[in-house]
């Protein structure tokens, strides 16, 4: 229980991060995103570590599930790394920035929870640790929490017409319609 609490801390680390978007407290506070993003690593390390397996699958299963864990991961890490602007994401200035409304942005506002949520059931099958699998959920709850408060008060504050946007591209899960926004690059045309 030590662990998921732990990885807890690391959404609260989150939350202060995307306060510091609206409040501005200090350009120091930026730290915390990847304070956040350590902290959440180094508890799921801390339960593959300190957990025996529950349950086994056969090799070649297992190999198949940590390959559907690590696309989560590199789904997780483009949503968050590079389908946004890196820099004016994660060193907030002060300044309001723009919505990005093509590419993975344009099928859903919050990409990543999916992912995140994927990531965590295939390490869970990949893994047999039952802990795993309960920290996952923990997570997601957070996770989903995190961009609910997000999506409701920060955004709207720190991303230019971000009303719109939500009037167009749904919350967490993509639509028929959405989905066409994959064959349109950043800047509005056709890849």
Known sequence: MYYITLGCLGFLFFYLFDLNKVKFIHQSVNLLFPGGLIVLVYATLGIMRHYAPD??????????????AAVSLMMQFY????????KK????DGKV???????IYGVCRHPGV???????LFLWLTTGIHMILWAGLV??????IHVYVQDRWMFPKTLSDYETYKQYTPF????RHSLKALSISEKGKPL
């Open 97 to 103: 920035q723009r919505v990005i409304y093509a590419g």
């Open 89 to 92: 994401t994660y060193w907030f």
């Open 114 to 120: 999916p992912f995140f949520f994927f990531f965590y």
């Open 139 to 144: 997570w997601t709850v957070m996770d989903g």
């Open 172 to 175: 967490i899960i993509p639509n």
């Open 55 to 68: 349950f086994f699958f056969p090799f070649p299963t297992k190999v198949l599930l940590g390959l559907m």
């Open 79 to 86: 949503v968050l790394f590079f389908a946004l602007p890196f």
